[in-house]
């Protein structure tokens, strides 16, 4: 079900919005009436926009590398330089590059990790808070994993653990200025395949094996013993970032079929 007036006159940016539940969740921003500022490094993003524009929606792109706070600053400030201002902020960036067991990381596959999959959300927050401060008001979306509890990827388990650490203590610090600060810990979901690969290398024999493991250990965890979809996770994601969530804040909602990570 769409609620087509929630996001009326939002400035919406969203994160990782060339593909998966970022693109998805930008898509159903526009349809609900917001202004989307679409952020990605990928220009498949541009895509997505035109997609949105030939529906009659309103949206405008920005290409930046957001593991760099330079990159999250410029996303910011064509938001403010077109609309004037930024209402939510939706923090997608991010998913396991590698899947093995911890021993088996090198010191660079688990710096990159960590950029990949906190840095995006950290910097992001930071670059829109002056802003949000300027208005009193702001709602922040951050996505998390319940894959804080979980096998074979422990620097992106990290990673979300600094995430849901984040999300309760911006809550905390900023209630009081009238900024709403939550996240969706996502469970095992299925999505069409990558355009841009995390990692384009070819699997081991070894790699193939660790990640069945993950794919198992997903579906046991969950109540229901299955992956979601992409439209679940962006329904938990809408709700948070609409006023229909007016109340909550500092939490961090479990999106997995019942594995609360």
């Known amino acids: 079900m769409i609620f087509q007036d929630r996001f009326k006159n939002k400035i919406v940016i969203v994160t990782g919005a060339a593909q998966g539940i970022g693109r998805s969740v930008a898509i159903r921003v526009a349809a609900e009436n917001g202004y989307v500022v679409l952020a990605d490094r990928s220009e498949l993003v541009d ?9 009659g929606g309103h949206a405008i792109t920005v290409q930046a590398d957001l593991e760099r706070y330079d990159g999250a600053q410029a996303v910011v400030d064509k938001a403010i330089h077109e609309f004037g201002r930024v209402d939510v902020l939706i923090n997608n960036v991010g998913g396991a590059i590698w899947m093995k067991p911890f021993d088996e990381f090198s010191e660079e596959q688990i710096i990159k990790e960590i950029n990949r999959s906190l840095f995006p959300t950290l910097w992001c927050c930071r670059a829109a808070l002056p802003e949000m401060l300027k208005h009193q008001y702001g709602v922040i979306v951050n996505v998390s994993s319940i894959a804080t509890r979980g096998i074979n990827r422990i ?7 600094g995430v849901n650490a984040l999300t309760a203590s911006l809550a905390f610090e900023h209630a009081k200025n009238g900024i709403r600060v939550n996240a969706i810990a996502t469970g095992g979901t299925d999505a069409p395949p990558r355009k841009v690969p995390r990692n384009s290398a070819p699997l ?4 193939k094996v660790w990640m069945q493991q993950v794919v198992d250990q997903t579906k046991e965890r969950s ?3 299955r992956y979601g979809t992409i439209d679940e996770q962006v329904n938990a994601i809408l709700f948070l970032a609409s006023e229909e969530s007016s109340y909550m804040t500092g939490s961090v909602i479990a999106v997995g079929g019942g594995d609360q990570g």
């Not at 895509?47 to 529906?55: D, F, P």
């Not at 620097?155 to 653990?161: I, R, T």
């Not at 081991?204 to 790699?207: N, Q």
């Open 204 to 207: 081991s024999e070894d790699e």
């Open 47 to 55: 895509e997505v926009a035109s997609e949105i524009r030939s529906t």
């Open 223 to 225: 109540l229901m013993g």
């Open 155 to 161: 620097p992106y388990s990290a990673a979300k653990g």
